[in-house]
């Protein structure tokens, strides 16, 4: 069974980067796709950026093209979000989540789809 650690979230001023990341241990994520997804409060959660883990495709969200970006380490089985240029809409809780390969762009889009989660950092970004 995957289970998925993140890390790297804190206070940051409005501008400002962050590099999460998240850590698989109990498997390796060889066939799945990792997402990163963010829930603010009152909010649903919602989808930020993926990555194929099988030659490294990736896809994100219009909000976040061209300020974050989201990267995977073979050797230490771990996934990168790396935010620059944050803004105030950035706060939330950030999640990684692991779910099996599929065709369809738009289910790999939608938490449902997915199947392992991190329990989540917080990211709070003050102007």
């Known amino acids: 069974q995957v289970q998925l650690a993140e890390s790297g979230g804190g206070l940051v001023q409005t501008g400002g980067s962050l590099r999460l990341s998240c850590a698989a241990s109990g498997g390796t994520f060889r066939t799945y796709v990792v997402g990163w997804f963010r829930q603010a409060p009152g909010k649903e959660r919602e989808f930020v950026a993926r990555i194929r883990w099988s030659g490294g495709s990736t896809y994100y969200t219009d909000s976040v093209k061209g300020r974050f970006t989201i990267s995977r380490d073979n050797a230490k089985n771990t996934v990168y979000l790396q935010m620059a240029t944050l803004q105030s809409e950035d706060t939330a809780v950030y999640y990684c989540?692991?779910?099996?390969?599929?065709?369809?762009?738009?289910?790999?889009?939608?938490?449902?789809?997915?199947?392992?989660w991190g329990q989540g950092t917080q990211v709070t970004v003050s102007s």
């Open positions: 989540a692991a779910a099996m390969f599929m065709r369809d762009p738009a289910a790999l889009n939608n938490p449902r789809t997915y199947h392992y």
